[in-house]
């Protein structure tokens, strides 16, 4: 009963998803906008360069992308391993309780049952925080990076005399 029925749909569905988003490339766009740009040729733009970083641009959004979904799927994942932790050590509880303890000896377990239930929760909910941290530090730096080398690139354009 550690396993029901849902378990399985849970993993499936991140799996389709992780599929799908794999499969977005937003970097596909930038041929089109290699030729809109060729056509327009404004002066004083080298729009080969303006093209190019708007790829890099498009290729630091698409990995901030996936750290995203990377940190959404561990939480997912952490999320389902400690409700499958919960409904084990609740199954065995029950088990343990049908024992038929004295009144006694049933609350003292109950209140350790309790106990552990929640210092469980808290070390679970404390690890989902940590990937949700991680995962926004991670998503952080990648947009910091492109964003630091985009006004890098800025500045080199603007030294370039005019055409």
Do not use: C, Y
Request: glycine share 4%.
């Amino acid at each position: 009963m550690a396993k029901g029925p849902e378990m399985p749909k849970v993993t499936e569905m991140l799996s389709d998803v992780s599929k799908m988003v794999s499969a977005l490339d937003p970097s596909k766009g930038v041929d089109e906008l290699n030729k809109l740009l060729g056509q327009m040729k404004i002066p004083g733009i080298d729009s080969d360069a303006f093209v190019a970083a708007q790829k890099r641009n498009l290729e630091a959004v698409t990995s901030a992308n996936r750290a995203v979904f990377e940190g959404f799927q561990a939480i997912t994942r952490r999320q389902v391993e400690a409700f499958q932790e919960t409904v084990a050590e609740a199954t065995r509880a029950v088990k343990e309780l049908g024992a038929k303890p004295s009144a006694p000896e049933a609350v003292a377990r109950q209140a350790d049952l309790a106990k552990q239930m929640f210092e469980r929760t808290i070390a679970s909910t404390k690890e989902i925080v940590e990937i949700a941290s991680k995962a926004s530090q991670d998503v952080a730096n990648i947009m910091n990076s492109r964003l630091d080398a985009s006004v890098q690139e800025l500045k080199e354009v603007l030294q370039k005399p005019l055409k």
